[in-house]
């Protein structure tokens, strides 16, 4: 490797001496803490069956939209990338593509993240590049048919405490089960609740969804009726299986609240095929306001993660499929469209609601304020496009005058690359006790307070925002 960049002690804590020396210690309060993950979309039935990885391309190229999608804007095509509807690359060519595109991810988070597993994961003594793609390719593939590179022994050498997955409303949980009754595995891994695919009238799959979810969990209603009893029903068995979280990727985080006859006739207009895209709009804000009203009934916490315009590309989403690299954010107003929900509910006991933006320009307009007022509003930590090391500066700098640091969530990997959760949170707290080292350096907060709160916001915020 490049003289251990990725293995330096002191990567990512501040340039200037002092401050990087009081980082260093509020880091090593928290450097060994246990990782809790309470938002990410790793497979349980990947840790239920303790299922090899595959080859270092589809554990570490292929499936990662942060990857691809830079290789792509390179002039790379996407087949020789990942597989399509016609034609899937073999996985040395991938890799080797990726060796030949190494030196596009410096200064990026991917190249972080990655730099790091190299590092500290696969153990690899030398820098990735086109010279050394098969070399590195063979010693990569090397470490993945260890018997001890399994994801079981792995969620423990990564000092994984609480994994939480993204599962479709009518997943049987099976493998959660399962997980949940092996006495040998001795950490936890929860379902989160994802009715994306249910709630948007805009899914082509959505009347086939609605079919399915009322005939499964409608208790023999049907109509408007018997989808809310069906989806009050699924929560409830997500709740049976351990699951703390109802997770919403929602187009903008538009609330409505409709009363029953009038969100009756927009549910008949969907299924009839008759909505307009006004229609499509107003039923998705609707069931916002109703998955609160559910939350605040059954106690899963709510998050919501606007502001992606999914699949931008329409050629590309119909050759390769969704999440290939080209959703891009948009900006969205939270303020005037969260508020129906929050008059409502906003200070309702216990209801605990996860606001994420990968619009920056609202974390000090909008949502520190908003989580400055409202018991029941929590900053979700930077998100997608913005969970890199200066984005993390940014938002904590942003939104801590106004709310504080007991607003926050913790931080959240949203990651389906398992490999990478180590990184993604060592990057994590090391950004947080540099943010804490220069209050510390100004005088602003006191040593010893700073090393109670990087405890807080590392271990104690996401056990408490999500009810861990």
Known sequence: ?????????????????????????????????????????????????????????????????????????????????????????DSRTVWREFCRAWPLFEGTASGYWLRTQFESVFGLDQEISADTADASYDAISARLREPGFRPRQLFKDFNIEVLATTDDPLDTLASHAAIAQDPTF?????????????????????????????????????????????????????????????????????????????AAKLFDRARSGRATAQDRDDFEAHMMYQMARMSVEDGLVMTIHPGSYRNHHEPTFQAFGADTGHDIPFSVNYTEAIRPLLQDFGTAKDFHLVLFTLDETVFSRELAPLAGFYPSVYLGAPWWFLDAPDAMLRFRSAVTETAGFSRSSGFIDDTRAFCSIPARHDASRRIEASFLARLVAEHRVSEDRAHELIVDLVDASPRRVFKL
Not at 70 to 77: D, E, M, Q
Not at 212 to 228: F, M, P, Q, S, V
Not at 240 to 259: E, N, Q, Y
């Open 186 to 262: 001795h950490g936890r891994v929860l379902p989160t609740f994802r009715p994306d695919a249910y709630l948007n009238i805009a899914h082509p799959a959505w009347s086939a969804n609605v079919d399915r979810l009322i005939a499964a969990a409608g208790d023999g209603a049907t109509g408007y009726t018997g989808y809310l009893t069906a989806l009050e029903n699924r929560r409830r068995y997500f709740v049976d299986h351990g699951a703390v979280s109802a997770d919403h990727g929602v187009r903008t985080p538009a609330t409505l609240k409709l009363d029953a006859g009038a």
């Open 1 to 89: 490797m490049s003289q251990s960049i990725a293995a330096n002690p002191d990567r990512l804590l501040p340039a200037d001496p002092g401050t990087r020396s009081i980082a260093r210690e509020l880091l090593g309060r928290v450097q060994d803490l246990p990782i809790i993950s309470p938002h990410g979309h790793v497979d349980a039935a990947v840790i239920e069956h303790n299922t090899p990885f595959p080859d270092p391309a589809a554990l570490l190229v292929s499936p990662d939209h942060y990857v691809t999608r830079l290789i792509h804007a390179s002039g790379v095509p996407l087949d020789r990338l990942r597989a399509s509807n016609t034609s899937e690359p």
